[in-house]
């Protein structure tokens, strides 16, 4: 149990951008409509390495704050293995959603303000 909130307080110093890139994947796949399928593949790989470029980059600018969850038990590798599965799945999902049924346009500008809202507010409490 506490490891899980050790991952989850370090993924939420690069959940933003792992969810914007998240949401800039549904809104191709909206903007592509019929013809999706064909960027699928390259969508897949976007998400891939933006994933490895965002911890990578968290754990360069973040070295010292790492001693913290090595000392707590959570190595760099658990670390990066739990944040990209999740955000990982997270992505399936949503893509699986809009694939499947759509996200109307509503909703989506919906989550990416109330992430955006959310994320300021407990930055702002830091």
């Known amino acids: 149990m506490r490891s899980l909130k050790l991952i989850t307080r370090f993924y939420t110093g690069i959940f933003l951008a792992n969810f914007l890139v998240t949401l800039s994947c549904i809104y191709l796949l909206r903007h592509f409509g019929h013809s999706a399928q064909k960027i699928l593949g390259l969508l897949f790989w ?34 990066g293995i739990a944040t990209s599965l999740f955000d990982f ?31 300021l507010y407990l930055y702002s409490r830091e």
């Not at 998400?47 to 760099?76: C, D, H, P, W």
């Open 46 to 79: 976007y998400k891939i390495i933006t994933i490895a470029g965002l911890f990578y980059t968290s754990v360069y600018y973040r070295k010292n704050e790492l001693y913290y969850y090595q000392n707590l038990g959570v190595s760099k590798l658990q670390l």
């Open 89 to 119: 799945s997270v992505w399936v999902v949503l893509m699986l959603i809009q694939l499947l049924i759509g996200i109307p346009s509503s909703i989506f500008k919906l989550s990416l303000v109330s992430v955006l809202l959310v994320y």
